[in-house]
Structures are given as C-alpha cells and as structure tokens.
C-alpha cells in the first residue's frame, strides 16, 4: 500500500536559519503530493502542493519538488521564522478521481525554530 | 479559517460510553472525509462520504460508524469507547474535480 517517511523530529534551528524537511514516498499509480501545517492547538492547514514529477510548489517562501526518479518531495525553506514553529506533515494522495481520495501522510516532524 | 467546521472542540467522557462528533464541511464540497490523530497511530484516514454515499474506508473500527447527510454535514459516532480511543478526530472537504483536502480545527476527545 502506500506509505509515505518524513524525517523524524524534532528539529531545532535558529531564526534565519536553512530549514530542509525530507520526505520520501511509496506509491503504486502518479500520486499527487502535499505538505501539511499544524500549528499548535489548531488544524492542518495546506501549505503546498504538487501534481505531477517535477511539479515545485510553494507558498509563504516554502518550497519542495516532485521528484519521481527519487520519490522524493523534501520541504525547504531558507530563512526561517519562530512563527514557522509547528509540525510539518508530507501526504500524498493516490489517483482518487474527481471525488478525491484518502491522505496517506507521514509521521510528522516537529520544527522548533528559537530567536 | 478553512471553512470546515467541527463540533465539539473537545470532549471527555467515559469508558464504553457512546459520543456523536459533527462536521460542516466548505460550502460546496460533497467530500467529506474523517482522520484520527493519536499519539502512536498518527494522522489515520478513517472514512470518506461523497455526496451521501460511502466511498472509502480505511483503518475505521467496527465500534466506529459515519454517513453524512442530505445537507452534507457528517457525523461520525464512536461507540463501546476504549481509553485508546482519546485521539484528536479531524474532518476534512474537498469539491468535485479537487485533490485539495481542507481540514477542520478538529474534535479532542479524551476517554477516562
């Protein structure tokens, strides 16, 4: 079945430091792929996504690419914030159709980023 | 604000009792789809409704049942409760012709 590794946590990095989240993922059709924010006490949000191999999402200075050949899709980001502080989780969804499909998500990595 | 909407934000009850947790899901999306987040089992899809009918199950116990209704919100009712049952139970939607899952604030449910 599918199945999807992110790194584990939790990583702590100074403000304005080089954030890098690795995420590797198993898959049997084209999933599309996703990233996901908690932020503390509240819901997941979307943070980015993509759809197809080489596909770079990004938002708020957030980025990953799809890469098939590696079934990779590592989140970077390059200067990061305390307010970027929260758990980060990598999903996928497998050819669901237009009715959508379920989210296989990793295991989550908590980012603690200190002034 | 993802326009999800889920209620209660928290409940305690007791061990083998019955509880009832509600979704709204955006305003216009026929997904509805139910995720439970625990401390050693992660975030796990647990049901998904298109439109009123079943479409998917995951790893969804049989003391666990859902259906959503004519106006699309959903319920999804846990019965018989277990102390590993205390999880947070998140709804998310998703429109016709969307992968995009939006997600509710979700329901924390602690079994004493």
């Known amino acids: 079945g599918d199945s999807v590794t992110q790194m584990e946590g939790p990583v702590t990095l100074s403000e304005e430091a080089f954030l890098t989240i690795n995420c590797t993922y198993t898959?049997?059709?084209?999933?599309?792929l996703f990233w996901y924010v908690q932020y503390p006490g509240e819901g997941l949000q979307l943070l980015l996504k993509?759809?197809?191999?080489?596909d770079k999402g990004s938002n708020k200075g957030f980025e990953a690419t799809y890469r098939k050949e590696t079934t990779s899709f590592h989140l970077e980001k390059g200067s990061v914030q305390v307010s970027d502080s929260a758990v980060y989780f990598c999903?996928?969804?497998?050819?669901?159709?237009?009715?959508?499909?379920?989210?296989?998500f990793g295991g989550g990595t908590r980012v603690l980023v200190k002034p | 604000d993802s326009g999800v909407t889920q209620t209660p934000k928290h409940l305690i009850t007791a061990t083998g009792q019955r509880v009832t947790l509600r979704c709204s899901p955006r305003?216009?999306?026929?997904?509805v789809y139910w995720y439970q987040q625990s401390l050693d089992q992660g975030l796990q899809f647990l049901i998904q409704?298109?439109?009123?009918?079943?479409?998917a199950k995951g790893n969804i116990l049989e003391r666990f049942s859902a259906q959503q209704f004519p106006d699309l919100h959903s319920e999804l009712n846990l019965s018989s409760l277990e102390l590993g049952d205390s999880a947070l139970y998140f709804c998310?939607?998703?429109?016709?012709?969307?992968?995009?899952?939006?997600f509710g604030p979700g329901t924390r449910l602690l079994v004493l």
């Open positions: 993509a759809t197809k191999a080489d």
């Open positions: 999903a996928l969804s497998d050819q669901g159709g237009a009715a959508g499909n379920k989210l296989t």
């Open positions: 409704y298109y439109n009123g009918e079943e479409r």
């Open positions: 898959a049997t059709g084209y999933p599309s």
């Open positions: 305003s216009g999306d026929l997904s």
């Open positions: 998310a939607s998703s429109v016709w012709g969307q992968e995009t899952q939006y």
